[in-house]
């Protein structure tokens, strides 16, 4: 039993067939219900657009789609077969791959759809090199050409529209153009990727071959490109096959023919631009040579990015590696708690002014943190000129990083740069003593009292007397002054840069004799001997005593000129029997004023002028701490101040003795 729908659909076939596709005249307005009546082999298939796409962009690929059934191009007239007259038009659209696409289509006529031998490239799907120009070909095309094939067909350039007779040379052939009159024609390009519309009309009376090429948007020019007369009556034979073919080489296009309307004995029908399928979707809405330039440039210009990129990182990881590259000597490598600079140079932020703690004589000071540790150090920077004597003062400090007392500074490690040499120290957060004491304009300052006072002096004599008699060998620490005592979180203090100045010493030229020290606390006999001893450090301390009990600096510049040198004034005090007046008023009011008087004579003991009569730092401790008192008939051995020279003073034994009852007189 047939059902109805059956028998509808079939009556609309026949009545598709019967509309367009007689034997003679058939249109194609797109190809979508066109797989039945068209005959595709190679690349060429229908899209989903319906649009016939005889190659896609693959390279050395050949399509061919032929209308399926034969039509008779010969008839007999007045006993004389002669070629019947054909139309034909059809829209084509070339997207090419790359600036420069290929090869080009044809439209054909030809005695077998199938094309034995033909091949890709040059010959566009159509012949090939063995049967190109042979007679048996039966073969008759108009090439859209893409490519200039000079050599092999002698064609003049790489846009044309050729009449191919049974050979791929061109018996005629015009670059692509329109006229817009009888005389003026416009260029174009075939594979702009824009629709292009063809039309081809042999008249079989004349025996003319008219072939006009223009742009989808111009309407059929008037005057065609091509006007060739020529009789197909020796290509043709009584069917043959119409159909297109295309091909690829080395350079590739997609090829498409979007609509097709064929006729014989009669002009084609036009094709209805207003239904047509969607146009081939061209690459970026711009031409692919455009595209292809554009994509080229981007890439290249990432690349170029991207090695400019690398260089600029190699070049910035070699500075790095340069600031960080450690040049280590083998005596280096002997020391311990030796640091990687680059450890160091990250903890200070490469050594950033906002981590500057401070600057002293010996460099300056950078509050480092240790990433990882999260631990806090205080990095000393000191820069040496003069390269000898580094192995030995590394050698010296390395091994006073062995040293561990509560009052003495922590050195962590070290480090060597250059001509750098880097201390890293434990971190002190209440900073150097004589910020506290003497920075009177600082509001926020901590005012120590006296406990906290005589508790510091104690903590430093301790260390002191720790390097001059109490570690594996003497240490001299040759700068003891305010500055070079630190405080911790508790107030307790420490010792820092102890044996620091021997690196000042052996820094400078070795002929001449450098005393390193501060002024003010320097003991006189260094300006002559130029040797530091523990006696001088004793005398530098008896300094710090009169400092941290009178609250004023060595040298006070502002002061009244008999008050300028403290340990001059503090001596003519006790002379004159009102050592009082020497006493900080911060602390006068407290009541131990018998330990503040004991420690401002003590610090007048170990700045006697002759070293022979300073106390020893044991001795000095012992004072402080009242295990042993000051006898009460001590004489102080000091230079006068009126006399010039220290050294002819000291042959001459011209000293002044001062009772120290006196002191005591004077309460
Ligand atoms: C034309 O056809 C007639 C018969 O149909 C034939 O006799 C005659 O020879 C033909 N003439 C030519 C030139 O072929
Ligand atoms: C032309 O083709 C025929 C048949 O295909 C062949 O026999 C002949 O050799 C060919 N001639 C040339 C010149 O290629
Ligand atoms: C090549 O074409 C030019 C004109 O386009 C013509 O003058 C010349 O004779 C041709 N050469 C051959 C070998 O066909
Ligand atoms: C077309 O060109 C081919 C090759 O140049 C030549 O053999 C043939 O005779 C030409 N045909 C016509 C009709 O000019
Ligand atoms: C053809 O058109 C061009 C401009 O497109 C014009 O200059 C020329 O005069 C025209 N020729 C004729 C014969 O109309
Ligand atoms: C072919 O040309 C002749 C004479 O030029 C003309 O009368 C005839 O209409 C043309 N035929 C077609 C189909 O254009």
Not at 441 to 457: G, H, P, S, V, Y
Request: hydrophobic share 40%.
């Amino acid at each position: 039993m047939v059902s109805w729908a059956t028998v509808f659909q079939f009556v609309l076939f026949l009545s598709y067939f019967s509309l367009h596709c007689s034997s003679e005249n058939f249109i194609f307005n797109g190809f979508k219900q066109a797989s039945n009546l068209l005959s595709l082999d190679g690349a060429t298939k229908i899209t989903m657009d319906g649009l016939l796409q005889l190659t896609n962009d693959k390279q050395n690929i050949i399509g061919h789609a032929f209308f399926s059934s034969p039509i008779p191009m010969i008839k007999t007239n007045k006993n004389m077969s002669v070629v019947i007259s054909f139309s034909t038009s059809f829209i084509l659209d070339i997207i090419k791959v790359g600036s420069v696409g290929g090869h080009g289509l044809t439209f054909a006529i030809v005695r077998s759809k199938q094309l034995p031998g033909a091949s890709s490239g040059q010959y566009l799907g159509l012949l090939g090199p063995n049967n190109n120009g042979n007679f048996s070909n039966h073969v008759f095309a108009v090439e859209f050409d893409t490519v200039k094939a000079s050599r092999l067909f002698n064609e003049t350039n790489g846009n044309h529209v050729g009449v191919d007779l049974n050979n791929m040379k061109s018996n005629i052939s015009q670059k692509a153009a329109y006229y817009t009159n009888q005389t003026s024609k416009v260029e174009f390009e075939l594979e702009s990727g824009q629709p292009i519309q063809a039309w081809i009309d042999y008249n079989g009376t004349n025996k003319i071959l008219d072939i006009t090429v223009a742009p989808l948007s111009i309407p059929k020019p008037s005057r065609a490109l091509i006007s060739y007369p020529v009789d197909l009556i020796h290509i043709f034979e009584e069917d043959m096959h119409v159909g297109f073919t295309s091909s690829t080489g080395k350079r590739a296009s997609s090829h498409y023919i979007i609509a097709w309307s064929f006729s014989t004995e009669g002009p084609a029908q036009a094709i209805d631009l207003s239904h047509l399928p969607k146009f081939p979707h061209v690459p970026s809405t711009i031409t692919a040579s455009r595209s292809k330039v554009i994509k080229i440039g981007i890439l290249s210009s990432i690349g170029t990015l991207a090695l400019i990129a690398l260089l600029i990182g190699v070049f910035l990881y070699l500075r790095q590696r340069a600031k960080w590259v450690e040049t280590i000597e083998d005596w280096e490598r002997e020391h311990p708690h030796r640091l990687r600079y680059k450890d160091l140079y990250r903890a200070t932020k490469g050594f950033k002014e906002t981590e500057l703690l401070g600057s002293g004589g010996f460099g300056h000071v950078y509050k480092g943190v240790f990433p990882k540790t999260k631990e806090i150090v205080a990095i000393k920077k000191i820069s040496n000129n003069a390269r000898q004597g580094m192995s030995e003062f590394v050698a010296e400090i390395s091994s006073l990083g062995r040293m561990r007392h509560r009052n003495l500074v922590e050195l962590r490690g070290w480090c060597k740069r250059n001509q750098d040499l880097l201390l890293v120290y434990e971190f002190m957060p209440n900073g150097s003593l004589d910020a506290i004491i003497f920075d009177s304009n600082n509001k926020t300052r901590i005012i120590l009292n006296w406990e906290q006072r005589l508790n510091i002096l104690k903590g430093v004599g301790s260390g002191l007397l720790y390097l001059h008699e109490e570690w594996e060998q003497q240490v001299v620490h040759r700068d003891v002054k305010s500055s070079n005592v630190l405080l911790g979180s508790d107030l307790n203090p420490k010792l820092g840069d102890f044996g620091l100045a021997r690196f000042n010493e052996h820094g400078t030229n070795p002929n001449t004799t450098h005393v390193a020290g501060t002024l003010g606390y320097m003991a006189p006999e260094l300006s002559y001997t130029g040797k530091a001893t523990t006696s001088s450090d004793v005398f530098a301390f008896g300094v710090l005593l009169l400092e941290v009990v009178s609250g004023r600096r060595p040298i006070e510049n502002n002061a009244p000129t008999d008050e300028i040198n403290l340990l001059e004034w503090a001596r003519d005090c006790q002379v004159k029997g009102h050592l009082m007046k020497v006493i900080d008023a911060c602390i006068a009011k407290e009541c131990d004023i018998r330990e503040i008087e004991m420690v401002l004579k003590v610090g007048l003991v170990c700045c006697q002028s002759i070293t022979e009569v300073r106390p020893s730092m044991r001795q000095v401790i012992q004072f402080l701490n009242g295990t042993e008192q000051l006898p009460d008939d001590l004489k102080l051995v000091y230079l006068n101040p009126d006399a010039a020279n220290f050294a002819s003073q000291k042959s001459s034994h011209s000293y002044a003795t001062v009772s120290m009852g006196s002191l005591h007189e004077g309460r």
